[in-house]
Structures are given as structure tokens and as C-alpha cells.
């Protein structure tokens, strides 16, 4: 298939910049666990993948990341044939609920920009959550695993507003805006890459336990709006195939928005999340198994020369994976495999 949606078609055309990642979902030792340490890594190198994107680092006496452990955990990284691409910010800026506490984390998030530049850190990925990600079901999957998922409450009005309070769209808005118009500037002088994740689930009604989310109603509108907020190469997306789906009516309509991002160039990383379902009611599934065609996008990437992380994403749990370690080594192989098809079929 070749989209035109967007211009010109797209010419099939080899890719071999686009890798395989490992992030913080899946981490030898738990949760907590040195993500740079020798089982880690090797763990993540076995299963194919080169690229990680760590949680954030430890922080110094100023609450900045400790640029002496970044260089550690390189360091660490690099030995062992792994390269430290992206690091995952918190979202601590946009849930405070006073002006003044958030010019003190932006001015964290500032330091840390710089300190990751210099560190030869290429991306930062970060998820604006002022309502924690929502999921409020389990279904049993294949080979006795679980499946997590959401349906949108038939009460929801009257679920509690969480401790951000009130978020109204101009408000929510007015944060986003503030930190794009501080921070993109300086990652743009950094060498950073800024990398969004949607809200988890988009589309959720205004006023949702009190927010009215970013990527609301429209998930395609609300990603063209933030991209468009400061218009540059370093604002772009950590683009979650299952979120972005989750937020759609027909979660084929996902083809275009890949199409549209990965021509700009602001994808700068991916997480391949399959699920089954759509808008308000969804579960997460095995990449192998959901209704979003995998292979189609991953063509896309190939043809719009994407070259950063695909990363498994939000994997199927199961009582005798308690780690998700193999879940995720499935997931690595999956990716690998589709990116390995698609080169292979252009010359």
C-alpha cells in the first residue's frame, strides 16, 4: 500500500536506520534496578536491541539530573555494545497546580536538557499525565496471560478529581504551550529531541476527574496542534501506536497520522503497542494479535526514513513473568523480524 494522503507517494526505499529499543518497561532485577547494570543490558543486547532509553537518572543536590551518573550509566551502556539514546522524563511540571511550582521544575527540566546534550543523550521522552493513565479492566489472554484494559464508565461525572484538581483545556493548554516556548529552544541548542507521548487514554470527555486532557476529543487534532505550538525538529513525538489507537473510532485512521508525522520528521521514537478495540474500549494485546496493521506501519517508517526506537510497549502479563521478560524478548524479536521484512523487501 502506498499512502498519497499527504503529498506525493511515498517511495519504497530501505531503512537501516530504524532499531529496535528497550525502555524502562521491562528491566532485569525490577522495576528499580540499575538499568545500566551488566544483566540488563546484556539481557536487552541478546534479545537484538542496541538502543535504551533509561528512566531518569538520579538527581543532584538541586533536583537536576546528576550529570556524574549519566556518564556512568554511558559508560556502563557502552561497554557492553549498547548505546543510551533517550532518557524518560517525569511528568512532575504539568501537574503542579501553582504557577510558581512549575517554574521551579522547569527550570529543573531546563538543566536537565543541557546535562543530556552533553552527555551525548539524543532524545527525551516524557508523558503529560495531570490524571493517572487509566485502566479499570483485566481479560484473560492466550496461554493463560492477562490482558489490561478500559471502557469509559457509564457514571464517570462522578469519579473524583485527582490532586492536580481542576484542569480546564485553556489551562492545560496555556502549560503546554509555556514549556514548549522554554524548553525547545534550549534542547534545539542541546542536540535533544523532545519526544511526547499522547495521554493514556485520548478522547476522554472534558472534565474527566477533572481535566479536560490535551489529546481530547480529537487525538489527530491535538497532535497537529501541539506540534504546530513551536514548530521545530526538536518538538516532536514518542508516538504510542496503542494510545494513539485507543483514541480512535476506526483504529485503521492510525495509517495517516503515522504518515503525517514520520513526514516531518517527528517521530523520534515509537512504542508498538497493539490492542483490540478503539475509542473507549479497548484492551492491550500481544503485537501479533490487535487490530492495527503492524506491517503497514512499519512501511511507512521505512519509506519516511524514521531512525530511532521501535520499542515493545505495555506487554500481556503473566504469574510466571512476573518481570515481563519474556514478554518483552517476544516483543524484540517481533519488531525485529517486521523491520528485517520490510528492508528486505525494497532493494
Known sequence: MIL?????ALAPKRNTLMHVGGDYHSVVGGSNADMSSKANVEYNVRH????LTIRAPKTDANGSWDPAELR?????CERLGMTLEAIRMEPTYITQSTQDARERELDKVLVNVKRAGEAGVKV???HWTVIPIRRNRKTPGRGGSEYAGFKLEADWKNLPATKSGRVTSEEYWNRITHFLQKVIPVARESGVLMA?????????????QGADNWDSPSIFDAIKRYEKVVDSPNNGFQLCLGTVGEGLKNPADILPIVEYLGRKGKIHQIHMRNIKGGLHDFEEVFPDEGVLDFLQIMRILRDTGFRWSICPDHMPHHHDDAGGLQAFAFGYGYLGGLIQMVNNEVK
Open 124 to 126: 527525551i521522552t516524557y
Open 48 to 51: 537484538g536491541v542496541k538502543h
Open 72 to 76: 556512568r550509566m554511558k559508560e556502563n
Open 196 to 208: 511526547c507521548h499522547p495521554y493514556d487514554p485520548p478522547g476522554l470527555p472534558f472534565g474527566y
Open 4 to 8: 498519497r494522503r499527504f503529498g506525493t
